[in-house]
Nanobody
Framework: QVQLVESGGGLVQAGGSLSLSCAAS????????MGWYRQGSGWERELVAT???????NYADSVKGRFTISRDNHKSTMYLEMNSLKPEDTAVYYC??????????????WGQGTQVTVSS
């Protein structure tokens, strides 16, 4: 079992910055890929960025050059640095972790989400 808790959301003006954190607990040694997703009002949940346990990253085109994903495996924490925020970045941001039990089974876990609101 893995538990994920996001923090760092809030209200910011367009052009501003916010940093999100996702703290993992439980069976953290089995965590492989992690990622940030978001869901705006009336929209489906979409990928924002992912990071593999080896450190390789992937970003949605809409956030490339503005957002940076990182993780500290010693602290079992993932981060999302968001700069040059736009009103269209407004959404609930969720972190996700892919857990491997070492026997060929993968499980996904989600955090409860944190609201990010960007005012124009």
């Amino acid at each position: 079992q893995v538990q994920l808790v996001e923090s760092g959301g809030g209200l910011v003006q367009a052009g501003g910055s916010l940093s999100l954190s996702c703290a993992a607990s439980g069976s953290v040694l089995g965590i492989r890929h992690m990622g940030w997703y978001r869901q705006g009002s009336g929209w489906e949940r979409e990928l924002v960025a992912t990071i593999a346990d080896g450190g390789s990253t992937n970003y949605a085109d809409s956030v490339k050059g503005r957002f940076t994903i990182s993780r500290d495996n010693h602290k079992s924490t993932m981060y999302l640095e968001m700069n040059s925020l736009k009103p269209e970045d407004t959404a609930v941001y969720y972190c996700k972790a892919i857990y491997s039990d070492g026997a060929g089974h993968l499980y996904q876990y989600w955090g409860q989400g944190t609201q990010v609101t960007v005012s124009s």
